[in-house]
């Protein structure tokens, strides 16, 4: 089926007022399209992957009951500019050479490897999602985090109509104005909160551009570091930690509970406007993240959150940092409540948006359209891969991986050791096969140099300086004590 097909499919069935999602269907418009980007929120973080003691999601569940949950939905890479460059593009981290946070570590003198350099914003000859869609005549918008590049390399220089609040800056200083626009330039009133504002910002969006067909990057900060939240609702998470969580061993920081209730809320309204404005029946809307959630102590010295039963978070390429909550709904093609399993990828969403826009797009990207997913069908099978040649702030290793049906391979590059898990049995990773199933681990490491070449990997170089006496404590993987079990 072409994209122009698949529009036809959804216009017509919008119009038919199937699967009783198209209540402000009525015109032969193209579908919109709302993604909405979430800063670290890991697998677990919402209640439709792990039912939690502690975090509330009441909307994300509401959207994942009309839509379709991806169980086995990746980033591609376990960092935010890589992940969001692979989403603009429909492109691996490791084509664009954009591999890391910008502007990255700074590099560990003793350690075992020295990372390579890497592009410090998105190069304009790379054809972004907005770009594509602009011939169709979709208004595009960005709303949020950016973290693609600065002045020349913004939003706005990068095939979008507008920008708010989008710059190089990976965090705000606070989520509170006025203290957000040390870096962020939101404007607000006094003690207003950020992740408030730019959902403000989207409902005005929304309403400009009802009556023609848009696209909206909606790029949230949270629930990224610091970790802040209104007051009244840590107290409402506070009540909920003193009835007996125990700190560690599951979900158990208030404010960052309270940063993700703040979050589910803003995503209700922004649905909600859909549905006011009439066109909830009309419009795409993509839920996902960009890495896995905080687990190791870069804030205040302890994890922030738990990404049970996924080992490790944020920064690794295990799971739970690569593995993300993710939800579609397609009105007229997603069946309401339903649930894929087949391994997807950010690189993914531009293809999908083309198809289901009737958009053609004639470049090369390394992503597949979800459409037949979205309609209930398998997807080829294929191999889905990871490059990220760093040190991470989390105290994750340099590496590579595949994932090739159940079987995930994991390689790093610091030190050459190699791990295979069988995530079907697996998939908290504690059971390395590597001895067990030593031919099927040679062929993915194969299938994995094969893939590094064929994108132009660029690896890290050995460190003639390496002291295994003095290497930084980024150079040592980090696995919280209490991962293997609640």
């Keep these: 089926m072409t994209p122009a097909d698949t529009r036809r499919n959804f216009l017509k069935t919008c119009a038919l007022g199937l699967g ?20 670290d929120l890991g697998w677990a973080d919402v209640n439709i992957n792990r039912r939690s003691r502690l975090y509330d999601t009441p909307n994300i569940d509401r959207l994942a009951a009309s839509g379709m949950r991806f169980s086995s939905a990746y980033a591609a890479c ?6 969001r460059a692979s989403i603009q593009t429909g492109k691996y981290p490791a084509r664009l050479q954009l591999t890391n946070y910008i502007p990255g570590t700074h590099r560990l003198p003793h350690s075992a490897v020295i990372p390579p350099p890497f592009h410090q914003q998105l190069p304009h000859e790379e054809t972004t999602i907005a770009e594509a869609l602009a011939p169709a005549g979709y208004a595009a918008g960005s709303i949020g985090k950016w973290h693609l590049g600065g002045d020349g390399f913004l939003p706005t220089d990068q095939g979008y109509d507008s920008n708010y609040a989008g710059t190089a800056a990976g965090m705000p200083r606070s989520f509170f104005y006025p203290q957000w626009t040390e870096n962020v330039p939101a404007d607000g009133k006094d003690g207003d909160f950020l992740p408030d504002r730019l959902t403000d910002r989207a409902l005005e969006f929304l309403e400009a551009n009802r009556s023609r067909p848009f696209f909206l990057y909606m790029a949230y900060y949270t629930v990224h570091i610091p970790i802040e939240a209104k007051q009244e609702d840590i107290a409402r998470f506070e009540a909920k930690v003193a009835e007996g969580l125990v700190p560690g061993k599951d979900h158990h920081n208030p404010i960052y509970a309270a940063m993700i209730w703040n979050l589910d809320r803003n995503v209700g309204r922004m649905l909600d406007k859909l549905e006011e404005l009439g066109i909830a029946g009309e419009t795409v809307v993509i839920f996902t993240s960009d890495n896995g959630g905080l687990q190791s102590p870069e804030w205040k010295n302890e994890p922030v959150t738990s990404n049970l039963p996924l080992r490790n978070g944020k920064g690794h390429l295990y799971e739970g940092g690569i593995r993300e909550p993710t939800i579609v709904r397609a009105p007229g093609i997603t069946e309401p409540g339903s649930v894929y399993d087949g391994a997807v990828i950010s690189n993914d969403y531009f293809q999908t948006v083309m198809e289901l826009t009737g958009t053609v797009h004639t470049g090369a990207t390394d992503g597949v359209s979800l459409v037949p997913a979205l309609r209930g069908e398998a997807l080829p099978a294929r191999d889905l891969f990871w490059h990220y040649p760093h040190y991470s702030n989390q105290l994750g290793r340099p590496g590579g991986a595949v994932r090739r ?9 610091d030190d050459g050791s190699r791990e295979l898990y069988d995530l079907s049995q697996d998939i908290g990773e504690s059971n390395n096969l590597i001895e ?15 893939w590094r070449k064929a994108v132009g990997a660029v690896s890290p170089k050995p460190n003639p300086d390496f002291d295994p006496e003095k290497k930084d404590i980024r150079d040592r993987a980090y696995r919280p004590p209490d991962w293997e079990s609640l």
Excluded: H
Aim: net charge negative; glycine share 10%; proline share 6%.
């Design 405 to 413: 049906g159940d079987w995930k391979f994991i390689e790093f590059y």
């Design 436 to 450: 067990q199933r030593a031919e099927l681990a040679a062929e993915l490491g194969r299938a994995l140099d094969r």
């Design 20 to 39: 009783g999602m198209a209540a402000g269907c009525g015109s032969e418009r193209s579908p919109n399209v709302l993604l909405i980007l979430v800063d």
């Design 78 to 83: 376990p960092v935010c500019s890589p992940t």
